[in-house]
Every structure is written in C-alpha cells, then in structure tokens.
C-alpha cells in the first residue's frame, strides 16, 4: 500500500493511457507537522482530481473477509 510522492507518476501514467482505474487503494490520512493538521496521501489527492474512487483501508492484511469485500466491490476472481 504505498503511496509516496513517487507513486504519482505512475497513477497518472495509468490515468492518461486512458485505462479503467476502478478504484485507488491509499494510506489513511495522517496527522503532520507541528499543528498535527490532517494530510491526505500525494496519490490520494490526485486520485480524487481526477473523481476516482478512493479507499484507505487501516491495513491490506485483511483475512478472507476483507479480500471477498474486494473481489464484491470490483467484480473480480
């Protein structure tokens, strides 16, 4: 679940090539600085500029569960 700044480039190369992005997968926000204000992720941020769907789930080690909501939400196997 990466998202630094580096992983913007590739988001918005998939944007660009005219792909189906069906949804971004994100860390949570996050308190920064010394006002503790809340920062979204880079990716999130440009996710949300171009109205994608953006989830930031706790963790990615879900069990069973959280990887049958996955395959429900996107209609994968």
């Not at 630094?4 to 996050?30: K, M, N, T, Y």
């Given at each position: 679940?990466?998202?630094p ?19 971004v ?48 939400v996107?209609?994968?196997?």
């Amino acid at each position: 679940m990466g998202t630094p700044e580096f992983a913007v480039p590739a988001l918005d190369a998939l944007i660009r090539s005219g792909h189906e992005i069906v949804g971004v997968f994100a860390q949570p926000d996050e308190p920064a600085g010394r006002g503790r204000s809340v920062v979204s992720p880079p990716v999130k941020k440009l996710a949300l500029q171009h109205r994608l769907t953006v989830h930031q789930p706790p963790s990615l080690r879900g069990g069973s569960e959280q990887r049958a909501r996955s395959h429900e939400v996107y209609n994968t196997d």
